[in-house]
């Protein structure tokens, strides 16, 4: 049985940093691409970063670029979202998943495996 185990989240204020792990287990991902996406209360969960199968290429949201860096651990299947300059908007359940695929894409529906998510909240 796939599980994905994201850990890392919490409370931190504005300007801050906090890195969340997302552990798997049940099978090995490091020929799957990975992704974290995010939802905000009362908004529609969101893309954030993906990044491929060796982690030769990654890709973000533009709201995210520049301050989020991913990345990942194929010999501890371990993917990692380090965020720095958190701001409030970046409040959310922060999901990762894994996609049967070796490149990135941005849809939802391309992922196949979730985690149930961790809670960012940044304080102003």
């Known amino acids: 049985q796939v599980q994905l185990a994201e850990s890392g989240g919490g409370l931190v204020q504005a300007g801050g940093s906090l890195r969340l792990s997302c552990a798997a287990s049940?099978?090995?991902?490091?020929?799957?691409?990975m992704g974290w996406f995010r939802q905000a209360p009362g908004k529609e969960r969101e893309f954030v970063s993906g990044?491929?199968?060796?982690?030769?290429?990654?890709y973000y949201a533009d709201s995210v670029k520049g301050r989020f860096t991913i990345s990942r651990d194929n010999a501890k299947n371990t993917l990692y979202l380090q965020m720095n300059s958190l701001k409030p908007d970046d409040t959310a359940v922060y999901y990762c998943a894994v996609r049967m695929g070796l490149s990135i894409r941005s849809e939802e529906s391309s992922y196949d495996y979730w985690g149930q998510g961790t809670q960012v909240t940044v304080s102003s």
């Open positions: 049940g099978r090995t991902f490091s020929s799957s691409a």
């Open positions: 990044i491929n199968w060796s982690g030769s290429a990654t």
